[in-house]
């Protein structure tokens, strides 16, 4: 796998957004272990979402560490009239499993049904894990360390020889801001 790291010594890695739900929960877990924060996007008022996600905010209050009116959180600048609440909550292993028993891969993650884009942050609130549910991106930005336990959580990953697919490493151009694919 060619290193393409960017200006925090970290490599952003394009993940697939339709992985099989068993990578995804060890996925979910793994990256929850090198995280401190998960977080989700409430786009609009509660009312607006069906049960299940009504539900499943009620299930993961007890992790709850702050809810904030937003504009931007990992992937996503808003500029519009909405008024976004992000939702941080504590990735600990219960609240893991609670998001486990809502959802089975990142598709999940969209209004009405749910709220959007999981993300996960470390401690200092850098992006660990980002989802963009609209453009059904996922990433994770991690350094060596990082993605060595990572890859170790992910038991038919391994590699990225033993799986493509799965995970590519994505250039970020620092001086234009702009993304571009590698092989």
């Known amino acids: 796998m060619s290193k393409n790291p960017n200006v925090s010594g970290r ?5 697939m957004d339709d992985m099989a739900p068993g990578l995804y929960a060890d996925l979910m877990r793994g990256v929850a272990s090198l995280s401190t924060y998960v977080g989700f ?4 008022d509660l009312e607006g979402y069906q049960d299940q996600a009504k539900a499943f905010l009620s299930e993961m209050a007890p992790f709850l560490v702050r809810s904030e009116h ?33 959802s089975d ?28 549910s609209s453009e059904h991106g996922v990433w994770v930005d991690v350094d060596p360390q990082e993605l060595a336990r990572l890859s170790d959580s992910l038991p038919f990953y391994a590699s990225p020889a033993t799986a493509p697919a799965l995970i590519r490493p994505r250039v970020i151009t620092p001086m234009r801001g702009v993304e571009a694919m590698t092989a």
């Open 70 to 102: 937003t504009k931007s959180w990992p992937g996503t600048q808003m500029v519009t009239m909405l008024d976004p609440v992000r939702h941080l909550f504590r990735a600990e292993p219960e609240a893991i499993e609670v998001i486990l028993a809502h």
């Open 105 to 132: 891969g990142f598709g999940v993650w969209e209004n009405p049904a749910m709220l959007d884009d999981i993300h996960f942050l470390r401690a200092d609130e850098s992006v660990m894990l980002g989802h963009t």
């Open 11 to 15: 490599t952003t890695y394009e993940l």
């Open 41 to 44: 996007v409430q786009i609009f």
